[in-house]
Nanobody, 121 residues
């Protein structure tokens, strides 16, 4: 599976962005998809995950209620709608595909290249 993330940019606090992650390969629908982020000087952290059907979603406490993960298996694409953005959301956002533990980086063998999100105060 090859992943291509897009949709990042710079917004003011309180704004919104929608990230997309397009996947190649016919097995996209069988993978759990996740979004992680990495801020400068910090470790990559879990943001959100969605199971293969889209019926089960998980979120980090820091984004719960503000971010929404979704997927369209017909388009081989997963999305991350980010609302009420805060300066602390500034990071490079990565999409990932896997079948392991949903909150762990080790659960995802396939990673996209990352897209920068910058939130100014």
């Amino acid at each position: 599976v090859q992943l291509q993330a897009s949709g990042g940019g710079e917004v003011q606090a309180g704004g919104f962005l929608r990230l997309s992650c397009a996947a190649s390969g016919r097995t996209f629908g069988s993978y759990r998809m996740g979004w992680f982020r990495q801020a400068p000087g910090k470790e990559r952290e879990f943001v959100a995950a969605i199971d293969w059907s889209g019926g089960i979603t998980l979120y980090a406490d820091s984004v719960k209620g503000r971010f929404t993960i979704s997927r369209d298996n017909a388009k081989n694409t997963v999305y991350l709608q980010m609302n009420s953005l805060k300066p602390e959301d500034t990071a490079v956002y990565y999409c990932a595909a896997g079948a392991g533990l949903p909150r762990s980086r080790d659960g995802y063998p396939y990673w996209g290249q990352g897209t920068q999100v910058t939130v100014s105060s």
